[in-house]
């Protein structure tokens, strides 16, 4: 039976785009479908430090963009547009569009990623985009001269807390344990930066505000204190949920959650399916992990196509 | 494909072309450093096709704009406003999908 491709990825990030690289000099026939733009959560980040080619590190942007142009280069078919639903347990599977089209394929990598992790207090949803925000790079130079809070202890808070400082007079971290997660250049440079301030052992309560936006953060130590920080903006950098809502649930293995499960080759649960990028059930999450992951995971659905012919 | 059909509008043009127009118009605010922003960036062009001559799509670069943005309290972007007889309809902020901003723009129809 004829199909339309023989493998269809989805998502458009560091993870996607190296599967179609390896997939367009595998003259493999691909497509890589997108919702916006490629380049995924990258795109949320002021700057790149640790992917090993950039010495001189290289912007979220910029990074995304040459790998954008990498497989443009050897002419990756790419399509925009929204998946509303995946049939993948047949050995032919189905992509629907939110346009109402269908696709078929052989194989298919899931490379939806994720997305920032919300507190879940109350004001959070009601001042988002008033104040708060889960976008350092995005929103920073609206908040310039003012005091704001980062909450968070990973990576992705101290990079962006740092990268805040070039635009307001005062970042408050606030961290639920006594030390950071991230990674020891980071914290060094966050605790030799007079702008940044901690407060540790501490938890959002709520989130305050007026027409004007967020003006206030209740705050809950560990042992049980409480107090108040005024703020004009909090940035929340807590990790990431994964983007499976358009995911069969019921026909993949995913964590409690909701990540994908695969082996060490990529394979999910289903036969000639693959996961690769943040979507995947790992512990580490990172720009260079989901481009590898992504050339893994083509290269087993290359295997798994030879061998259906 | 960027659209031809997508206004982008300035400080000074705002009052004329947005708040005076005699159509509803989404205004998309953003700036060339937001990736988010540049990730909606076809879903609007694409709505500018598909609504062409029933809403005004328009983009106005809060860097090189500041006033509007201000006037309307506006502290993330991408946010994308819909106006409809110079009055705020609705707004959204964060990089939504299309169905989303098909359902906003049904709002002003």
């Known amino acids: 039976m004829q199909v339309d491709y ?45 992917y090993p080619g950039f010495a001189e590190g290289v912007s979220g942007f910029e990074l995304m963009d040459k790998m954008t142009a990498h497989v443009d280069r050897f002419e990756l078919e790419k399509k925009f547009a929204m998946v509303s639903g995946l049939d993948l347990q047949e050995e032919i599977k189905t992509i629907s569009l939110e346009n109402g089209d269908q696709l078929t394929c052989r194989s298919v990598i899931l490379c939806t990623g994720a997305r920032p992790r919300a507190l879940n207090v109350p004001g ?40 805040l400082t070039k635009f307001a007079a005062r970042v408050t971290v606030i961290h639920r344990r006594d030390e950071l997660r991230a990674t020891k250049i980071l914290q060094e440079k966050a605790f030799a930066n007079k702008q940044i301030d901690f407060l540790w052992n501490a938890q959002v309560q709520a989130i305050e505000g007026d027409d004007n936006g967020v003006n206030q953060l209740q705050i809950a130590y560990n042992d049980g204190t409480t107090t108040t920080l005024a703020v004009t903006g909090i940035f929340v950098l807590v990790g990431v949920v994964p983007n499976n809502e358009i995911l069969p649930l019921n026909q993949l293995h995913t964590d409690a959650a909701g990540f994908i499960i695969t ?47 | 494909m960027a659209s031809d059909k997508v206004l982008h509008v300035t400080d000074g043009e705002f009052d004329d072309t947005v708040v005076g127009n005699n ?84 709002k002003a129809l």
Request: negative net charge; aromatic residues 6%.
């Open chain 1, 263 to 309: 082996n060490t080759e990529m394979e999910t649960s289903i036969p000639g399916v693959y996961a690769a990028g943040d979507i995947r059930s790992k512990n580490f999450r990172q720009i260079i992990n989901a481009a590898g992951e992504g050339a893994n995971a083509e290269l087993s659905a290359e295997q798994y196509l030879a061998g259906l012919k």
């Open chain 1, 124 to 163: 959070e949803k009601e001042l988002t985009g008033q104040g708060v925000s889960y976008c350092a790079t995005c929103d920073g130079p609206f908040y310039r001269g003012q005091n704001i809070a980062v909450v968070g202890g990973g990576n992705t808070a101290i990079q962006e807390a740092l990268h």
């Open chain 2, 23 to 106: 159509l509803p118009c989404l205004v998309d605010f953003w700036a060339p450093w937001c990736g988010p922003c540049k990730a909606i960036g076809p879903v609007i062009d694409e709505l500018a096709d598909e609504f062409d001559g029933k809403i005004v799509i328009a983009k106005m670069n809060v860097d090189d704009n500041p006033a509007t943005p201000g006037k309307f309290g506006i502290r993330a972007i991408p946010t994308l406003i819909l106006f409809k007889s110079g009055e705020v309809v609705d707004k959204v902020t964060g990089a939504v999908g299309k169905p989303q901003l098909v359902e906003l723009i049904n």
């Open chain 1, 6 to 50: 023989q493998l269809i990825i989805v998502g458009g990030g560091p993870a996607g785009l190296a599967a179609g690289l390896y997939a367009a000099r595998g003259r493999i026939k691909a497509l890589l479908i997108e919702k916006g733009a490629t380049g995924g959560q990258v795109l949320l980040t002021d700057w790149v430090d640790n």
